[in-house]
């Protein structure tokens, strides 16, 4: 008999992201299907571990993305239409005891409509500020730059 990792999601308007927490996972395998059927299984010591989810909608297999890490397996699962899913699972009801909200990753449906209007995502690097060009200085000046004595040398 299988046992089930704790399985972490988060969502945006365009996307669900899933992790599945299973540090030093052997022989991983994930399934996604366009109906919006997930499945996960690998084996950790001996032990095999399985996760079979179907999720609240359909979803686009070819724009979806993992990564096997050393400590979880994260998937980023492009929804087929861009709209916030009311829950993750298709079923109605209490979700199962392995599936947890992702704090780290969740935002609110307002909170991201805010960040779209503002234009500000800080989540991004910051472009760097353009530096204005230097004035010409005389070897004299460029010296005194140098040693950090510019404060004498401006007239």
């Known amino acids: 008999m299988s046992r089930h990792p704790t399985v972490k999601w988060a969502q945006r308007c365009d996307k669900i992201y899933l992790t599945v927490e299973l540090p030093d996972a052997k022989d991983v395998n994930?399934?996604?299907e366009p109906?919006?059927?997930f499945s996960f299984s690998a084996n950790k010591d001996g032990v095999s571990y399985e996760v079979d989810l179907e999720l609240f909608d359909k979803v686009s297999t070819k724009e979806?993305?993992?990564i096997i890490g050393m400590r979880s397996i994260v998937y980023v699962i492009k929804k087929a239409e861009k709209k916030w899913w009311s829950r993750l699972l298709k079923d109605?009801?209490?979700p199962p005891a392995f599936l947890k909200v992702d704090w780290d990753k969740?935002?609110?449906e307002e909170d991201e409509n805010e960040k779209a209007k503002d234009g500000k995502d800080f989540s991004k690097k910051s472009k760097k500020k353009?530096?204005?060009p230097r004035q010409k200085e005389n070897p004299l000046q460029q010296i005194m730059r140098?040693?950090?004595?510019?404060c004498i040398c401006k007239t």
Request: proline share 0%; no cysteine; net charge positive.
């Open 30 to 32: 994930l399934k996604l």
């Open 35 to 37: 109906e919006g059927k």
């Open 146 to 150: 140098k040693l950090k004595l510019n």
């Open 106 to 108: 969740w935002i609110d």
């Open 64 to 66: 979806s993305k993992f």
């Open 92 to 94: 109605e009801g209490k």
């Open 130 to 132: 353009k530096r204005k």
